[in-house]
């Protein structure tokens, strides 16, 4: 008798410096082969169709995640604690399953989510600090040197909305098209550390590290505020700021209707204080203008 077919989604967690993005990539190691080895691994058997994984979003090389959704389809049938406890036997230890839940037919990671939200953790000081290396995206400014916070909240104001974000995407980049909605923007200055949070339906390849050099770029004086709106008017990647570091970004959380149930993320030990993240979260809903705090 032939076992139908269960869709399984899982909530993972991983440090992005020890692979060269998500997807598959010939002769590398990506985030996506090792799941999937390691879930074919659990089923242990040989004969198994080869796993195959959609995911919600695919992070780029040195990206870390917080709160990433998978999803695959088995004819193994298993507790749903007992596939979190036994995929993460196989993983190595900078990837984890912190859940794991039995979906209906008609959720996909991809394409049933409507929004996703990054984080970044910046680091702005003379030196850099080792034991959090690849951890934070790190801004050499000398003693005494800040950033003009008020200024780059006030250019986050212009990012919010629905815009061509072509200006903000890489060469790279396979989207259809380069119109996204950004929901909402939040600056928290905990000095030395600068924490950014963005909300949106969706994001361009290498979007959210552009966004934050351009915000960076008008932190330090070198252009005003309101030089953002020409950026987007100007519809070209050549007039935005190079792309910033990818080692202090964070896929935070990938949202779903409530009719799938899918599970928050664990955003708690992180480099990211899990009070900063639960609050930004919390307020999730339609449009926020971008803040600052203090």
């Known amino acids: 008798m032939t076992v139908p077919k269960q869709k399984i989604a899982l909530g993972l967690q991983y440090d992005g410096a020890h692979f060269f993005g998500w997807q598959t990539q010939p002769d590398q190691s990506t985030v996506q082969d090792c799941v999937q080895k390691a879930i074919w691994d659990f089923i242990g058997d040989p004969l198994a169709p080869i796993i195959r994984i959609t995911t919600a979003g695919r992070t780029d090389t040195g990206v870390h995640a917080l ?122 200055n905990h000095f030395p550390k600068i924490y950014f949070f963005i909300r949106a339906n969706a994001f361009l390849h290498h979007m959210v590290r552009n966004l934050i050099g351009t915000l960076l770029h008008i932190g330090q004086k070198k252009a005003d505020p309101i030089w953002v709106k020409s950026l987007l008017e100007g519809r070209s990647r050549a007039l935005a700021p190079p792309t910033f570091s990818a080692d202090g970004l964070y896929l935070a959380r990938v949202a779903y209707p409530d009719s799938f149930q899918i599970p928050e993320p664990f955003l708690e030990h992180g480099v990211i204080p899990g009070s900063l993240l639960k609050s930004f979260l919390s307020m999730s809903g339609s449009f926020s203008s971008s803040k600052v705090v203090n």
């Open 67 to 188: 709160g990433q959704v998978v999803h695959f389809e088995t004819n193994t049938t298993r507790p749903m604690w007992s596939w979190v406890r036994g995929i993460n036997n196989f993983l190595p230890r900078s990837v984890v399953v912190t859940w794991a839940k039995d979906v209906g037919a008609d959720f996909d990671a991809r394409f049933s989510a409507f929004e996703r939200t990054y984080a970044y953790c910046l680091l702005c000081s003379p030196v850099r600090v080792p034991l959090l290396d690849q951890k934070v995206g790190y801004l050499m400014m000398p003693p005494g040197a800040l950033l003009r916070i008020d200024a780059m909240q006030e250019a986050a104001t212009y990012l919010i909305g629905e815009h061509d974000f072509t200006c903000f995407r890489s060469a790279q980049c396979q989207s259809k098209t380069p119109m996204k909605t950004i929901y909402q923007i939040e600056i928290v």
